[in-house]
């Protein structure tokens, strides 16, 4: 018998620590070092990490968190759960289940991204049984597969560069739009400068914001993760991801990149223009899941979603 203590937002370093390094060997999850201080900072009280912590050795073997998202006027609108990870040699002792009654507690619509083993365990148990059927893929690109050279035809009547400070308020205007009555604009800003991460904007002769693509490096993993990445049309999402991905100034480093998306969102068909076909075929699929209330998706100009913990686009 194991016992153990599960805990909300610790603040001893070291248990996020090892949750980090367990969840990127073990299962190969593009987090990074920063994600913990970046979701307590961004998402305040509204978010929460649950770590279960061995009583004998104080060392941490699971975790899961949640974060709850309001409307613009306060009401409660959608929890987000993620992170539900038990350490290998602690598996089969209903810690999982444990940390997940943990996780699936706040505002009546709750969702998750499960990976195909657990979609019908949550289903059952927890309630998150509205499954759209536009179902989530991952991709993993080699990096030297990448065409990084093809010159793209020049956009009309928009331009990508880098965010300036000036910038902020537009892009928290347009990320509102996409995510509908929900706001996230102190995380969205706090993970898009973090370091290591490279970020690009789309703005068009208006100078409104047509398209956004933030590219985040973990070297340890040699890994790059592509999202938030939204873009108005497909010239515009390739321009994007050409000009983050080229700012990564060690790219020979890195082995892959990865996207998250959905089946409707037009992703494959705008990497087509620079990986070949059957390079595109590493792909992983999950299911997005809510316990009240799907919530349509903005797919059409969603190529890669932010992350999987606390976000669903
Ligand atoms: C999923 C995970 C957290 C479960 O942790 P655990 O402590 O071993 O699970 P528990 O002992 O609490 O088992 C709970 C139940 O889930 C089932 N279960 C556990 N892992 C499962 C898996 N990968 N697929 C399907 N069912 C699973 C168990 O059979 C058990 O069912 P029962 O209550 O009907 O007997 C753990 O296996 C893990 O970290 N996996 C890798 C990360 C992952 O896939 N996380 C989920 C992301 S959606």
Not at 134 to 140: A, F, L, S, T
Not at 203 to 210: E, L, Q
């Amino acid at each position: 018998m194991i016992s153990y203590t599960i805990v909300s937002n610790p603040t001893k370093e070291k248990y996020w620590k090892r949750i980090y390094e367990l969840v990127i060997t073990a299962e190969k999850w593009f987090n990074t070092p920063n994600d913990y201080q970046i979701w307590r900072d961004g998402f305040g009280e509204d978010f929460t990490l649950f770590i279960a912590i061995d009583d004998e050795t104080d060392e941490a073997i699971g975790s899961s968190c949640s974060t709850h998202y309001r409307a613009h006027d306060g009401s409660e609108f959608l929890t987000a759960s993620g992170m539900l990870f038990v350490d290998p040699a602690y598996r089969g002792h209903k810690i999982g289940m444990a940390l997940a009654d943990k996780f699936s507690v706040g505002c009546p619509n709750r969702s998750l991204i499960a990976v195909p083993s657990m979609s019908k365990k949550y289903a059952k148990t927890y309630g998150y049984d509205k499954i759209p059927e536009d179902n989530m893929r991952d991709i993993e690109i080699k990096v030297d597969k990448i065409n990084l050279y093809l010159t793209l035809s020049p956009l009309v009547n928009a331009s990508v560069r880098s965010a300036n400070e000036a910038d902020w308020p537009k892009i928290f205007e347009y990320d509102r739009k996409m995510l509908k009555y929900v706001q996230r604009d102190k995380f969205i800003k706090l993970y898009c400068t973090q370091p290591h991460s490279y970020y690009k904007i789309a703005i068009d002769s208006s100078d409104n914001i047509v398209g956004v693509c933030l590219v985040r490096c973990n070297h340890e993993m040699k890994s790059i993760y592509t999202g938030p990445f939204y873009a108005e049309t497909p010239e515009i999402a390739e321009n994007l991801f050409l000009s983050a991905v080229k700012e990564i100034p060690d790219l020979s480093n890195f082995d892959e990149i990865r996207l998250a998306f959905y089946k409707t969102s037009p992703t494959l068909e705008m990497l087509k223009k620079f990986v070949n076909d059957e390079d595109l075929t590493n792909t992983h699929f999950h299911y997005i899941q809510f316990t009240k209330e799907i919530i349509q998706l903005p797919t059409s100009v969603l190529y890669s979603v932010t992350e999987n913990d606390c976000c669903y686009i």
